[in-house]
């Protein structure tokens, strides 16, 4: 009998949703922190997080379905050791994307200045505003974040320009799409420029001094991705300055953000601490739920599983296509 260890926090319907698909299995629900190394080893699959380190010898595993879209640590926890690793991508588009556009209007309608000011009981006009409609917004990792996200803006009017690693079809919602090698060529073009990656070799520090000064005057930066896509010393140098119109981070490096951290007076700086994503909607559980029922179906089965993440790149394998 396989045992199933499920750290996800369920209720009762979502529990007897995934023991539909696997009726013969031993269920464990701990929640998050209620498990041991031992719990984790005894295990056959396992659905929900668990910390990378507790993978460590593993010899039983089959297959881990991760609730993050991020695999930190856990590629490298997994590597030969024949498990399946799958992870949660498309299912945190609706709620990241809904966080990016908030910081995205309200840094172009100056309303973090009129909070500051309601506070200060100070009536005071803030001068002129942008908008989405006729701007150029290029996003930088299109997966499910960044396509939910380009698709907004696109409906708002915006021309919306794709970075993407591996070069694939066009989706509907991005009018132009390149190659992470063009980036310096369109970077003067945004007029907002959202970052969702993840945190690789390749990323780190991608917005460096000498990419953030690229940028066009007056645009805007959103980083919902790892925070060590940014040099965060150059971005306050750049907001200091009044290059930038404004920056909207939902992530840092490192986290929690240290308290005597500079980045927290930065002018013109919308920092939320990494909650965009998680369980602040509930509709995202409810994706990941249902992602991991069908692939707990399907792995029952013996058929192919959604989100697979490929141990060599430790990105979601781009050939392998999700249920419909």
Known sequence: MRKILVTLPLDERQKQLLESQAPRAAFSYPGSGGFT???VHSSSIIIGNVPPAMLEGVNRLEWLQLNSAGTDGYVTALSGTGAILTNASGCYGLAISEHMMGMTLCLMKNLHMYLSNQLAGLWKDEGPVTSLYGATVLIV?????????AGRCKAMGSTTIGI???KREKPAEIDEMYGLDQLDDILPKADVVALSLPGTKETHHLFDADRLSKMKKGAILLNVGRGTAIDQEALFDVL????LGGAGLD???PEPLPKEHRLWKAPNLLLTPHVSGG???AETKERIVRLSARNLHHFME??????VVDFTTGYRNSLQADFP
């Open 279 to 281: 369980y602040h909607l």
């Open 240 to 243: 200091s300055s009044g290059h």
């Open 37 to 39: 190394k031992d719990d």
């Open 251 to 253: 992530v840092t490096d």
């Open 302 to 307: 013996g058929k192919p599983l959604a989100s």
């Open 141 to 149: 990792g299109l997966g499910d974040i960044g396509g939910e996200y």
């Open 164 to 166: 993407r690693r591996v």
